[in-house]
């Protein structure tokens, strides 16, 4: 096949069309962060994961030490069994607490982890017993409205 | 004109399976036609120069003013909420997975089909088209293949530019005029977009649309009425239903890859 001019031009568009996609792959949607560390699988249960979601980052004083792998229901306990993927270079002891947190007002929801005083640390397979459930709304406005009405009803009542 | 029989309605709809069946034959050939395209690749070469080195800049412009604009609207409504860092998400998301094959796809309707159905249309009009099966040359091969594939390439890597673009758009407004913090700006995108399902999703369309517009506009060519009027109304044609194929295409497409 002869040479021509047009493939010079024609490498450059195409080249530029991989750039733009290749912006839009590590930039936008951060495909490094998709790192191939080795991680230890930990389970823990929760009585609500509210938005909790597969991929949610799992952070210990900010830092992200892990993600969320899979939430599936445990109809025998009627729990959330979250399993979740630590990173191998953090270790923590076996008495870390989990908490379901907000990033923001609005933003999405993440899981703390707060280190324990154990000695032992979490491996692979372990179970993390406690943990805090999401806050959820509706039941944060019906405990406000519930002690609003016990306090109306209570002045009344010594009247 | 004669008014209202069933024979008009028949014939009616006769020619419209016809035309369907027409097109149908000839997009199934196209699509045979990929390893003599690939084979003799120069012509193909020739097109993509023709098609997307030309269409690059009223790309790369278009998508840099429609991220100016979202990030100007966005960050409008946003702030309302009291969460404009969301802002680098709204534009990222829209871009990716919407704007950026859609309006590509319309520009590319515009910019590069209108001249492929003209320039088709009047090879029919001056006879080359004859003079080529004249020849035992295969038209479709000669002519069509190489800028149904050219056009089929050249979609993506433009969807990609005007949604890389729009996204340096919103960056621009949002960031260094309105004063976004540039890291949860960023942050946000990398937090809220997923690889294959949204920027793949979002190539999967444009070669869909690819596929489309470009097809749309060698049939309207092929099929011109070889006459100046009919090259007019064969390009009209083109811009009409490749831009309505696009839209709805795009409907479908989302619907079955976003929703759950």
């Known amino acids: ?159 | 004109m004669s008014g209202f029989s069933p024979g008009n309605i028949g014939y009616a709809v006769r020619r419209q399976i016809a035309d369907i069946g027409h097109a149908a034959r000839l997009f199934f050939r196209l699509l045979t036609t990929l390893p003599e395209s690939w084979r003799r690749f120069a012509l193909v070469r020739d097109q993509i120069h023709f098609l997307g080195n030309y269409s690059l800049v009223i790309i790369a412009v278009s998508g840099l003013f429609v991220g100016f604009v979202f990030g100007l609207q966005g960050y409008y409504t946003l702030q309302r909420y009291g969460s404009s860092e969301a802002l680098g998400l709204l534009v990222a998301l829209s871009l990716v997975r919407e704007l950026g094959p859609v309006v590509t796809a319309l520009l590319f309707a515009g910019r590069a089909g209108t001249s492929l159905t003209a320039e088709i249309g009047l090879m029919k009009a001056g006879e080359q088209i004859s003079v080529m099966e004249m020849m035992a040359v295969d038209p479709v091969l000669r002519v069509l293949a190489p800028r149904f594939w050219a056009g089929v390439i050249t979609m993506p890597l433009l969807a990609a530019v005007f949604s890389a673009m729009g996204i340096i758009g919103g960056w621009v407004v949002g960031v260094l005029m309105i004063g976004v913090d540039s890291g949860s700006f960023w942050s946000q995108i990398q937090g809220g977009v997923d690889v294959w399902r949204d920027v793949g999703n979002g190539i999967v369309k444009s070669v869909v649309f690819g596929f489309t517009v470009t097809f749309v506009a060698l049939l309207q060519g092929f099929e011109a009425q070889p006459t100046p009027e009919g090259v007019a109304s064969a390009t009209t044609r083109t811009v009409v239903v490749a831009s309505l194929a696009v839209l709805a295409l795009d409907f479908i497409l989302t619907a079955m890859m976003f929703t759950i």
Do not use: C, H
């Open chain 1, 1 to 159: 096949m002869q040479r021509s001019k047009n493939d010079v031009w024609v490498g450059l568009f195409v080249l530029i069309g991989a750039v733009a996609i290749l912006f839009l792959a590590l930039q936008s949607a951060n495909l490094l962060s998709l790192n191939f560390q080795k991680t230890y699988a930990v389970t823990a249960k929760f009585d609500n994961v509210g938005g909790l979601k597969p991929k949610a980052a799992v952070r210990s004083a900010g830092v992200v030490v892990g993600r969320v792998e899979k939430i599936v229901f445990d109809d025998k306990s009627f729990q959330a069994r979250v399993v979740l993927a630590m990173e191998s270079r953090y270790t923590f002891p076996k008495d870390s607490s989990l908490k379901i947190l907000t990033s923001g007002l609005l933003g999405e929801q993440y899981l703390g982890i707060e280190a324990g005083a154990s000695e032992e640390v979490l491996a692979a397979g372990d179970t993390i017993s406690s943990t805090q459930s999401a806050v959820v709304l509706e039941s944060l406005i019906s405990q406000f409205l519930y002690s609003k009405a016990a306090d109306g009803a209570g002045p009344k009542a010594a009247d």
